[in-house]
């Protein structure tokens, strides 16, 4: 049986919206609303979706960077936002992050070494031989050369620079990395050697990942199971073989069509999706999805579907199941 490490249940995020000089609240955007789901250990769940769909809030939520309204995320059995600030400061161990932009998420005026061996220096961990050992092992395994430990990030390319944000997300030896974009500012050859080496170090180390991206052929690459998220509303979830060969919910459907296929002697019928996403402001009453969905019903205006399981594994959210 998968053991859990993870679980969101009723997860809920909302931002003030406020004008006027006195900054009156006026309206509510509804990033995270109310979703929920499981990432067993050792796997690589994908969290897919257009841009604003709440991808990266959720992200921040299970980092504890910003603060939920609503909800839960137990990180094996425990609920993290219960904890006194001792507990968080040893979850933050646990839970680790590689952020999406290599360029401004290392500090331009510290040395490689230096960055790669903050997360330690910070928790207390080893004397400073023992923190530039660690450095030094971390930058071989991620694929850089030891006699990098003294040079700038403005040394290197884009693909060294993520590098360098990986072995630091590794220093404390985590259980999950949560993974925010971490190739869509890479070039297409590089975005592959670093998947490659997210694969290989998940072997290694028994790493367990949330990645999030809007590059489906990636997520494909990578995930183990998928959530498909649209308007701060997770919509499908699947393992990644069902979602991809399978998918039910329209949405899902139209992301997939997109997928350019590098075969011209292949047909692709493109099943648009018409029209532009709504305001997570003021998203649409009953399915957010069905001013632009096709199959859109007269009860998809009315009432908000719930996540449903249609076969082992598959969840979606749609009045058509």
Known sequence: MKEKILEVKNLTKYFPIKKGLFGKQVDWLKAV?????????????????????????????????????????????????????????????????????????LDPKWRVGNIIEEPLI??????????????????????????????????????????IGIARALALNPE???????????????????????????EEFNLTYVFIAHDLSVVKHISDRVAVMYLGKIVELATTQQLFNNPKHPYTIGLLSSIPVADPSKKQEMKSMEGEVPSPINPPEGCRFHPRCPHAIDKCSEESPTLKEIEKGHTVSCHLY
Do not use: W
């Open 176 to 202: 999950i990395i949560v993974a925010d974009e971490p190739v869509s500012a890479l070039d297409v050859s590089i975005q592959a050697q670093i998947i490659n080496m997210f694969k290989r170090l998940q």
């Open 122 to 163: 910070l928790h207390k961990i080893g004397t400073p031989k023992e923190r530039q050992n660690r450095a030094l092992q971390l930058m071989e395994y991620v694929g850089l050369r030891q006699d990098y430990y003294y040079r700038y990030p403005h040394e290197f390319s884009g693909g060294q620079r993520q590098r």
């Open 33 to 105: 609303d109310d979703i929920s789901f499981t990432v067993y250990k050792g796997e690589t769940f994908g969290l897919v979706g257009e841009s604003g769909c709440g991808k990266s809030t959720t992200s921040n939520l299970l980092l504890q960077l910003i603060e939920a309204d609503s909800g839960s995320v137990h990180f094996k059995g425990k609920n993290i936002f219960e904890g006194n600030t001792k507990s968080t400061r040893e979850l933050r161990k646990k839970i680790q992050v590689v952020f999406q932009d290599p360029y401004a998420s």
